[in-house]
Each structure stands twice: as structure tokens, then as C-alpha cells.
């Protein structure tokens, strides 16, 4: 199985190729540029590096959501493009289930926190023991949302394990977080901090054999909030009706 994977989902624009259990290419930036600017260039240096013929890939993988609006947007665009194109299917990943699964093994809970503006992260709970021996795929304890992160300190010490933070919200919020947990926490190191298109290629590839994919169509991002640009209509045409 060959899958192509992108990841706009966050700051981070990162593309990949796997092919049945390899990592043949995997392309990462996290420097101050639009990922309209880098994601396509980022594709087509991988298929020239690697010398990949596009048709005989088995499906197009993107980080699905949540995160950000424009990089959602950006991704889901790319994808349903280039499956569109190709006539391939496409798999929607769950961005904090991805970043889950880059810390594979670990013996505590895994909580990947990005930045949602407004003291909010997108955030999970996930955890490998809970899920077995030998397991491909995290348990997910808490599926993706929009909290707030006192709740979500919480919510993770009500389970009474150790926990492992990860994703952008680290470092926005990881005095908070020090502050407020009642459990030992530790934090990603910085190879294994931030979204890979590697990591949403391998969970694609666990979804596809399980039948979770759909047509380029048929693909939406999940988004979790209303943008800002709808708050701010939704505000002002309350002041206007008030």
C-alpha cells in the first residue's frame, strides 16, 4: 500500500510517502511561510526525490482536523485536488490522533494541546496501554474538542496516570500546565513536538484497511469552531439587531 499524506493542520506544513511498512520521503517546515506557499512545492520535490509515479499510489492522506482554519482549508484543498486528479480515494486523519501516535509506547496518557486562541487548545486524550499490547492505533479516552486548559488539566488528572503533552499549545501553555496538574506531566521532546505527515500516512493506512476513507467529493475538514471571520459577522449582526 502507498499512500501520499499531508499535514497543514497546525503551524507546521510537512508532506510524505509510505509504502506498506517504509517511509520512502517525508518533507517538514516550521519557518514563517504561508503553507500555500509550501505544501505543493513540498509534494513535488518528494515525488521527484523519490521518482514516484502518482497513479500507483493507493490513497491521498490528509490531517483532517482540527486545526487551523486557513491550514484546513489549505490541506483539504490539496488533497481532494490531487485525488480528484488521480482518481484516488482520500482519508481524512484526526490531527491529534496523529500526534498521538508519535509518541507510540509510551506508558501514560498522551495529550496532544494546539493553540485555539483565546486560553483554548484542540486537544485529545489518548493512551497506548489502555488500547493493549501490540496496538496500531491509540484508545482515545477523550475525542477531539475545543477546551479550555484548566478543563483540560482536569479532565486529565481525573484519570491519575501520568501524562505527556504535546503540539504548539506547549509552549503557550506549559506554565499553565505545570501550575494546575496534580499529576507528574512531562513534555515531547522536540523531534517528536509537532505534526508529521509521516505519522498521519501510518494512521491512513490502519484507516484504510478498516474501510474509513471517501471520495475527493465527499471529504470535509473538521473544524470543531466557527471561524473568527463568522464570530465576528455573527457579532456584529447581533449589534445591528440589537
Known amino acids: 500500500m502507498k499512500i501520499l499524506a499531508i499535514d497543514s493542520s497546525g503551524l507546521v506544513a510537512s508532506a ?34 523519490t521518482e514516484l509515479d502518482l497513479s500507483t499510489i493507493d490513497a491521498v492522506a490528509v490531517a483532517g482536523g482540527p486545526g487551523s482554519f486557513t491550514g484546513l482549508r489549505i490541506g483539504s484543498a490539496a488533497a481532494k485536488g490531487l485525488a480528484q486528479a488521480l482518481n484516488k480515494p482520500v482519508i481524512g486523519v484526526p490531527t491529534t490522533e496523529a500526534m498521538a501516535l508519535e509518541l507510540w509506547g509510551y506508558s501514560g496518557l498522551i495529550i496532544p494541546v494546539m493553540d485555539a486562541r483565546r486560553r483554548q487548545v484542540y486537544t485529545g486524550i489518548y493512551s497506548f496501554s489502555e488500547a493493549g499490547e501490540g496496538a496500531v492505533r491509540p484508545k482515545c479516552l477523550l475525542e477531539q474538542c475545543a477546551l479550555g486548559i484548566e478543563e483540560l488539566v482536569a479532565k486529565a488528572g481525573s484519570f491519575g496516570k501520568k501524562a505527556v503533552f504535546t503540539g504548539d499549545g506547549v509552549p ?13 506531566v512531562s513534555f515531547a521532546p522536540v523531534h517528536l513536538n509537532a505534526q508529521r505527515a509521516g505519522a498521519v500516512a501510518a494512521l491512513a493506512a490502519v484507516m484504510f484497511r478498516e474501510g ?31
Open 172 to 184: 503557550v501553555f506549559k506554565e499553565d500546565i505545570l501550575r494546575l496538574a496534580s499529576f507528574p
Open 212 to 242: 474509513n476513507y471517501t471520495s475527493a467529493c465527499e471529504h470535509v475538514p473538521v473544524y470543531l469552531r466557527k471561524s473568527q471571520a463568522e464570530r465576528e459577522r455573527e457579532r456584529a449582526e447581533g449589534h445591528a439587531g440589537g
Open 16 to 49: 510524505a510517502v509510505t509504502e506498506d511498512e517504509k517511509l520512502l520521503a517525508e518533507y517538514t517546515v516550521n519557518y514563517k511561510k504561508t503553507h500555500s506557499q509550501t505544501l505543493m512545492p513540498m509534494v513535488d520535490e518528494i515525488v521527484r526525490m
